[in-house]
Structures are given as structure tokens and as C-alpha cells.
């Protein structure tokens, strides 16, 4: 039999002729509105139950994972970071290693620029003491062989 509000009425009214108004009431408002087929008993609830605490607990498994893998990343970054640390530490290192270098270039160019002067005046000066012992020499043997030449010519 589908119980329907017609069929609940009818029960109601009986109800009333043998309970009266105020007990049929109370009985009626006990009973579900819709069929027993879908009133869930205590056995359904405990399933239910069972069921969402496996689901949770499943989760809670994924989450520990996931903190797990979070964990692992967390260690990974931290070894980075101790490495960046290190890189910092030689780059510093290397900076001041470049300033020294750019010191020293720039006394090197320093000396450069004095010395190269000084090169230049020592150049000129030997270049002048060497031109004149070539042109002395030249003068001595243009003389040399004219004083021969007039020799020759005297005694032939």
C-alpha cells in the first residue's frame, strides 16, 4: 500500500474518532510524511558513518602526504638557500678581489704614463747621441777617402 496525504487523512480521522483530537494529532505528527522507504534507520546512519570516516581518514592521509612533500620542498629550499648563502659569500670575495685589481691598474697606468714619458725622453736622447756618431762617422770617412783621393792623384 503507497501512503499518500489522502490515505494519512483518512488515518487521522479514525485516529480522532477513537483517540480524539489531541492524541491523533500527536500521533500523526510522530509518522513520517513520506514513505518508511525513505526514513533512515540507525544501522543506515552508523554505515554512514563508517563511510565518511574512511573518506576522512583517506584525506587526512592525502594531507599528511601533501605536508610530507611541503616538508621535502621545505628541506630543498632551505639547501638553497644555504647555497645562495655561499655564492653570496664568494661574490663578495670576488668584488673586492676586482677592487684590488682595478687599484692596481690604475697605479700600473699611473706608472705607465710616467715611464712612458720617460721612455720617450730616453729614446730621443739616444736617437740623438746615435745620429750624431753616424753623421761624425760619415764626416770622417768622406774625409778619409777625399784625403786619399787627393793622395792618389798627388803621387801618380
Known amino acids: 500500500m503507497v501512503v499518500d496525504e489522502r490515505s494519512r487523512h483518512e488515518l487521522y480521522r479514525r485516529l480522532e474518532e477513537v483517540l480524539g483530537p489531541d492524541a491523533a ?38 594531507f599528511g602526504a601533501i605536508d610530507l612533500r611541503f616538508d621535502a620542498v621545505d ?48 729614446f730621443e736622447h ?4 746615435q745620429t750624431m756618431t753616424m753623421v761624425f762617422g760619415m764626416v770622417s770617412v768622406v774625409l778619409t777617402m777625399a784625403a786619399l783621393a787627393f793622395a792618389l792623384v798627388r803621387f801618380t
Not at 45 to 59: K, Y
Open 75 to 122: 628541506l630543498r629550499f632551505d639547501a638553497m638557500e644555504e647555497r645562495f648563502k655561499g655564492l653570496d659569500e664568494r661574490f663578495k670575495g670576488i668584488d673586492e678581489r676586482f677592487k684590488a685589481l682595478d687599484w692596481r691598474f690604475d697605479a700600473f697606468d699611473d706608472r705607465l704614463k710616467g715611464g712612458l714619458a720617460d721612455l720617450r725622453a730616453t
Open 126 to 129: 739616444e736617437l740623438r747621441g
Open 25 to 62: 494529532t500527536t500521533l500523526i505528527e510522530h509518522l513520517p510524511r513520506v514513505g518508511w522507504a525513505d526514513v533512515a534507520t540507525r544501522h543506515d546512519l552508523a554505515a554512514l558513518e563508517d563511510r565518511l570516516e574512511l573518506r576522512f581518514a583517506r584525506v587526512d592521509d592525502r
